[in-house]
């Protein structure tokens, strides 16, 4: 899950790669580099196992030969290799004529390693990817050019790929793919590869993206190859400017900004898909089939999305459903009557597609949920629906989970009524009672910074937590405990409040932190007491006289209408404001938690 950029532009192309690497950064951060050809023939490499910025500083103090208008640029999340300079991309040949950038996992690079130190090769790192620069090495001595070179490799390799190479006696760069995205963006500005729209989204107004399979040679006129062959170029999609990130406006940092973003989410969402609930409309339009249980894929958040969306269906429509995770979900069967609705934040998550493989195996219908219209997930699934929640920046989800849920909830609504499961009446009332979600988001934003400030001091010495709910309450303490521990570093599990006494009750003990999420279940009260009487510190999310009153449709009517039956939504505003101000207690980087990236595109 890494990041990679190139560019042939006629002005530098040093700050077109360093600000898309800055745009690409939330998909790996471990360490992050340049490869430019000089004007005197030669390439530049400039790696930093810190941060862009560190990356810029090196750029602007270069001192060699001026750089020119061909680069590379990458930055990694560690697989193979530790976090260090050598293991940090672009990586090179024995001569230093290639260099090489590559998302993925070459599965069988030992073997090619091994064969290639056999015939005198010697490796600078530990990564996989450097066996793809030498094998091109050894293709390019036989009096190949740089695109018949990469034809020839791809044939030796197995895993996954989206791979750029720049050959420095010629200038020529070229990219493929097999499992992973890479797109190619042309404009006045110059031709683009990018694993990402956003990373060239400044520059370019369409992009094509690469098929499996597809070698593309970066040039004024892109050279297209498949399967030996030019094909027919595959379609132009927009760069939308729905795509591009924007600053922090005022914000500490991007995912403050972005919490504060989902009442303004959730109205942009419900004003687009409320009025086709009740007639089914927003169903039809997606060209949805006939079904008879549901079946959601996710990972992380996207699957305590889909999970919500999920029991909505089941609580509303009667169906029977199921929740698989992505990197588990070969092992599923998939019956005939399945509607499979796929959750991925990116649209490009390994495990994800993996898991479409396999349900597309069965014939299954299959609709995807994803905040990336142009993704991989999107372009092989039968419909698409848009979150709309806008460029995420911070690694750990926020306003995208909103946006899936409530998109979910939409689709899940106007099907069950397309499908003569919930009477239009019935629907038109529970779409009234989404159109309240966005105040109630904005309610439960003003408590919680109103509240939580005060009670973190108390929690910074907590080793651990526990997160509790009940029904539909369940999966949005799931959803707090995994915020938690991705930003704190600190251990945080959720439960069914009810499997207290079947063993988590063993890890209370004085000052235990446990957060609840009372949606008003009477069972909680036991639960709660429970917990109370074994010292544990209860820190209850609910309404009027909670620890943190924020939820209901306000303090005096605190009953939210589908509180009941898709869950108490705006729970997940305090779990998140809780979650970031305790990671900053810490000292925490809310924006890019360690060992973690955004868009996980490896296996």
Do not use: K, Y
């Given at each position: 899950m890494c990041g990679i950029i190139a560019c042939r532009t006629a002005s530098p192309a040093a700050p077109f790669l360093v600000r898309g690497l800055r745009l690409l950064e939330y998909r790996g951060y471990d360490s992050i580099g340049v490869a430019v050809l000089t004007s005197g023939g030669s390439t530049a490499v400039i790696r930093s196992v810190n941060r862009v910025d560190d990356l810029a500083n090196m750029v602007d103090g270069w001192s060699g030969q001026p750089l020119g208008g061909i680069g590379?640029?990458?930055?990694?999340?560690?697989?193979?290799?530790?976090v260090t300079m050598a293991n940090a991309h672009p990586h090179l040949d024995c001569t230093g004529r290639v260099a090489v950038v590559h998302n993925g996992i070459i599965e069988n690079a030992d073997e090619l390693r091994h064969e290639l130190s056999a015939g005198g090769h010697e490796f600078a790192s530990a990564v996989d990817s450097e066996v793809i620069s030498h094998l091109l090495e050894n293709e390019l001595e036989t009096g190949k050019d740089l695109n018949k070179a990469m034809q020839a490799i791809v044939l030796k390799l197995a895993g996954t790929w989206a791979m750029v190479a720049m050959d420095s006696r010629d200038g020529r760069v070229v990219g493929t793919a097999h499992g992973s995205p890479l797109l190619l963006g042309h404009?006045?500005?110059?031709?683009?590869?990018?694993?990402?729209?956003?990373?060239?989204?400044?520059?370019?107004?369409?992009?094509?993206?690469?098929?499996?399979?597809?070698?593309?040679?970066?040039?004024?006129?892109?050279?297209?190859?498949?399967?030996?062959?030019?094909?027919?170029?595959?379609?132009?999609?927009?760069?939308d400017r729905s795509t591009r990130q924007g600053g922090l406006d005022g914000h500490p940092d991007y995912m403050h900004a972005e919490i504060d973003e989902q009442p303004e989410v959730a109205a942009r969402i419900l004003d687009e898909l409320a009025n086709g609930i009740p007639t089914g409309s927003l169903w039809r339009n997606l060209?949805?089939?006939?079904?008879?249980?549901?079946?959601?894929?996710?990972?992380?958040?996207?699957?305590?999305?889909?999970?919500?969306?999920?029991?909505?269906?089941?609580?509303?429509?009667?169906?029977?459903?199921?929740?698989?995770?992505?990197?588990?979900?070969?092992?599923?069967?998939?019956?005939?009557?399945?509607l499979v609705l796929v959750f991925s934040q990116s649209g490009e998550t390994a495990d994800i597609m993996r898991a479409v493989d396999h349900v597309q195996t069965f014939g299954a219908s299959m609709l995807a949920v994803t905040n990336n219209p142009h993704s991989s997930l999107a372009r092989r699934s039968d419909s698409v629906v848009t979150c709309q929640a806008g460029p995420e920046i911070g690694v750990a989800a926020t306003k995208t989970f909103t946006a899936q849920v409530i998109t979910g909830v939409c689709v899940a609504l106007s099907a069950l009524v397309a499908q003569g499961r919930l009477d239009r009446s019935r629907a038109r009332e529970l779409?009234?009672?989404?159109?309240?979600?966005?105040?109630?988001l904005a309610q439960a934003l003003v408590v919680s910074k109103d509240v939580i400030p005060s009670l973190v001091g108390d929690l910074v010495s907590a080793s651990g937590f526990l997160f509790l709910g009940r029904g539909p309450g369940v999966t949005f303490a799931e959803e707090g405990a995994l915020k938690l521990k991705e930003l704190t570093y600190r251990w945080a599990e959720a439960y069914p409040a009810g499997e207290l006494k079947h063993g988590p009750l063993a890890l209370v003990e004085s000052g235990t932190p446990v957060i609840v999420v009372d949606n008003d279940d009477r069972r909680l009260r036991g639960n709660v007491a429970e917990v109370e009487a074994r010292g544990g510190r209860v820190i209850r999310i609910g309404s009027s006289g909670s620890t943190?009153?924020?939820?209901?449709?306000?303090?005096?009517?605190?009953?939210?209408?589908?509180?009941?039956?898709?869950?108490?939504?705006?729970?997940?505003?305090?779990?998140?404001?809780?979650?970031?101000?305790?990671?900053?207690?810490?000292?925490?980087?809310v924006d890019k938690p360690r060992n973690l990236a955004k868009s996980v595109t490896v296996d």
């Open positions: 590379i640029g990458h930055t990694r999340w560690a697989t193979h290799g530790a404009s006045a500005h110059g031709v683009f590869f990018a694993s990402d729209v956003s990373a060239i989204g400044d520059w370019v107004d369409q992009f094509q993206a690469l098929d499996d399979g597809d070698i593309v040679e970066l040039a004024a006129e892109p050279v297209w190859i498949r399967s030996g062959a030019a094909p027919q170029p595959p379609r132009l999609w927009s760069a060209d949805g089939p006939a079904f008879e249980r549901i079946a959601v894929i996710g990972c992380g958040t996207s699957l305590n999305a889909a999970a919500v969306v999920a029991q909505a269906f089941g609580r509303l429509g009667g169906l029977s459903h199921r929740s698989l995770v992505a990197s588990e979900a070969v092992s599923a069967v998939i019956e005939p009557g399945t779409a009234d009672d989404l159109r309240h979600l966005p105040d109630m943190i009153p924020a939820l209901g449709r306000s303090i005096d009517l605190p009953l939210a209408g589908g509180m009941d039956q898709w869950g108490p939504l705006e729970s997940v505003i305090p779990m998140q404001v809780l979650a970031r101000e305790l990671a900053l207690a810490l000292g925490r980087d």
